[in-house]
C-alpha cells in the first residue's frame, strides 16, 4: 500500500463506523459523535481533528511511562524482525525467560515464577486455575470454592465475572460458575467521605472472611481474590489494616489470597506492587497493563515458590499444568516488556508516583468545595471524584464532564458518577494543575 494511503488508514476518519462493534461503549452514542485518536506521544494524545488531549488516564490505567516511548518502539520492531512468533508449548525463546527472571526479582517476597498470559482477564482466570489445580494436586481436591468482592473487577473471562462484583459485568451471563462467595465490598462515604490516603475505617471488614469460613468450612475454600486497591469500581483504598487480616485468615484457614494487580502494578501508588506498598505478600499475583506499557498486549501470573513446586512432582516427561495460550510470552510483547522495565526502573518512575504523591493528593483536594462532589480519594498517582448522581438519571453528571473535559483538553475516565484518575507517571506537576483545573471549571459551570 502506498504511505500516503497508508496514513490516511490510521490518521483520517473512518468512512464507516458501522462494523465495529466497540467494547464497553454506547456504540449509537459514539458513532453519533466519534472521538477518535490518531496519535500519541508523552503526556497527550493527538485527535482526528488535530487536538492535542492530555492523557490523565493512562489510556485505560496502562500506559505508565507515558506514550510511543522511542526505547520500546525500537524494541518491538527490532523483535518483530528478529523473531516474530515461536510457540511457547514444547518450544521457547529467551526473551521470555529473561522476562520472568527479572519479574521474578522485581516482585516481593518468594512470588519467583511466572506463567504469561495476553490480557488481565487472562491473568485472572488462569490464576483461579491454578489455584484450583494446585489445592486438587496436593490432596485437597474439595478445595473448589473461590472468594471474591463486592466491586470487585477481575476481567471480562467467566472465572473473573464469576469472583467480580459489578452487577452489570455478570447479570446477563448465567451463574457463570459454581460455589462463589463474596467478601462486602468497603466503600463508605458515611465512614470514609474526604480520607487522603487509606481509610481508617473498615479493617474490620476483612473479619467476613470468618463469616465465609464458618458456612462454607474452610477445606472447601480455594482461595480469595481481591484488587488491594480496586480500580474499575472508582479507586476504592484499602481501609488500614485490611489487606493485612485478609492474608492472616487465609494463613490461618490453608486459603490462598491473590492479589489482582492488574491497575496496581507498575507504579500506580508509588511503588513497584501494591503488595509492597502495603506490606502484605499474596500467594498468587496478577498483571497485565503497565507490564508492556500497553504497546502490545501481555498479562502475567506470579506464583510463590511452594505453588510452583508442588506441581513438579510428576515424571519429568509429564505436562504439569493444562493450561496456556497461544501468545504465551510472545516474543514481541517480551520485548515491550523489557523495555517498559527498563524505562521504570532507569527512570525511577515508582520513586516518582511517591514523590508526586502529596502534590497529587492536594490538587486532588482543591475540588473539595465544588458543588455535587461527595468524595475524593487519592494515593500514589490515582484519584477518584465522586459525584453526586443527578436524581433518576445515574451516571449523567459524570459522564457530562467527561466529554466537557475531552473538548478542553483532558481525557478523564468515569465509571458511574465516580470520576478516576490515573496519569502517566511521567506527569508533571502543572499538568496535574491542569487536569484539576479542568475539572473544576467544568463543575463550576454544571453546577
Ligand atoms: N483485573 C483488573 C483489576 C482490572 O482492572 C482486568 C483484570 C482485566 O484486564 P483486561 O486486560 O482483560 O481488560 C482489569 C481491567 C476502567 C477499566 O476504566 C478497567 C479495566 C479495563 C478497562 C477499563 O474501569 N481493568
Redesign the pocket.
Known sequence: MPESTESARYESMPNDLEPLWMP?TANRQFKNAPRMLVAAEGMHYTTADNRQILDA?SG??CVNCGHARKEITEAVSAQVGRLEYGPGFQMGHPASFEFAARLAALAPGDLDHVFFTN??????DTALKIALAYHNISGNASRTRLIGREK??????FG?IAVGGIANNRKYFGSAFPGVDHLPHTHSLEHNAFTKGQPEWGGHLADDLERLVALHDASTIAAVIV?PM????GVILPPKGYLKRLREICDTHGILLIF?????GFGRLGDSFAAERFGVLPDIM?L??GLTNAAV?M?AVLVRKHIYDAFMNGPDNAIELFHGYTYSGHPVACAAGHAALDIYLNDGLFERAAELESYWIDAAFSLKDHAHVIDIRAMGLVGAVELEPIEGKPTARAFDAFLKCYERGVLI?T?GDII?LSPPLIVEKNQIDQIFDTIGGVLKEAA
Not at 480496586?230 to 469500581?233: R, V
Not at 489482582?260 to 496496581?264: A, R
Open positions: 464497553f488516564t485505560l490505567w490480557s488481565g482477564s487472562e491473568s485472572a470487585g473487577y477481575h476481567g471480562v473471562g473473573g484488587e480496586a480500580g474499575s469500581a489482582d494487580e492488574v491497575i496496581t496478577t497485565a497493563k498486549p498479562g475516565r465509571t478516576a
